[in-house]
């Protein structure tokens, strides 16, 4: 008789433990993000921006991983709160760029020492290692599904 296959079990999913971690990480980040007035969709969105200011829509949507008719309503909030603006490309009036304002710009110095490094409980080393780890499966399940 041969050893039967153990099924597996939720704790051996690896999409569950990306999906567990990204839940845990929101309720970490929660009280930072309280603290400056923002969802972390927003917050991302702010970080995006001093990566690259002045984007279009599209753009920022593809580095955020996030359909326009999701981005738009949190550029409009971020618009209403002051951190950024939204213009109509003079190049291409079909393309909306958004850029940070000044108080975009100045919100880095208050959120960024605010990160959950320490908290992950990773050394400086292994923290690379899994941010670069799961940006490699990201990346892979992209391709995979654009090939289906």
């Given at each position: 008789m041969t050893a039967r296959r153990k099924d597996p079990k939720l704790a051996d999913f690896l999409c569950f433990a990306i999906y567990s971690a990204n839940l845990a990480y929101g309720r970490a980040y929660k009280p930072i993000l309280e603290e400056?007035?923002?969802?972390?969709?927003?917050?991302?969105?702010?970080v995006a921006l001093w990566d690259e200011d002045n984007q279009t829509v599209g753009s920022l949507g593809d580095k955020l991983f996030l359909e326009s008719n999701t981005l738009t309503p949190i550029l409009k909030k971020l618009e209403e709160l002051g951190y950024v603006h939204r213009r109509r490309d003079p190049k291409d009036e079909r393309q909306v760029v958004v850029g940070l304002t000044d108080a975009g710009r100045k919100l880095r110095q208050k959120a960024m020492p605010m990160n959950l490094v320490k908290e992950t409980g990773l050394s400086p080393a292994d923290f690379a290692a899994m941010q670069k780890g799961v940006v490699r499966?990201?990346?892979n399940l992209v391709k995979a599904s654009q090939k289906r």
């Open positions: 400056l007035g923002l969802t972390y969709t927003q917050y991302i969105a702010i499966l990201r990346d």
